[in-house]
């Protein structure tokens, strides 16, 4: 199961942190990535992290002002939002895949067997 949390209304400008806390499964073998859906509008990619070599990879869209990162320890994903935009207000989600996939596939949501519940983020211009 992962569980997400973290989220919260903000104004423009500032910022929240993320939570994904994996339980019952191994955490460090497949990819894990985080996804938002806005109202009317289908499931994006944020970032996503390889669980090789801890590479990460970003949205356009984000790029610059999120950060992904992973405590293998703490079976945890994390998700830093800095100078968060209106835009930026969405349920986001973690998933976790069992394997690793080729990095191309890693925006895919269809590739990701296991999701969070969901944390919504607003943020107020």
């Known amino acids: 199961q992962l569980q997400a949390s973290g989220g919260g209304l903000v104004q423009a400008g500032g910022s929240l942190r993320l939570s994904c806390a994996a339980s019952g499964r191994t955490f460090s073998s497949g990819n894990m990535a985080w996804f938002r859906q806005a109202p009317g509008k289908e499931r994006e990619f944020v970032s996503g992290?390889?669980?090789?070599?801890?590479?990460?990879y970003y949205a356009d869209s984000v790029k610059g002002r999120f950060t992904i990162s992973r405590d293998k320890d703490k079976k945890t994903l994390y998700l830093q939002m800095n100078s968060l935009k209106p835009e930026d207000t969405a349920v986001y989600y973690c998933a976790l895949r069992n394997r690793r996939i080729i990095t191309s596939a890693m925006n895919q949501a269809g590739q990701y067997e296991h999701w969070g519940q969901g944390t919504q983020v607003t943020v107020s211009s």
């Open positions: 992290i390889d669980p090789w070599n801890g590479s990460t």
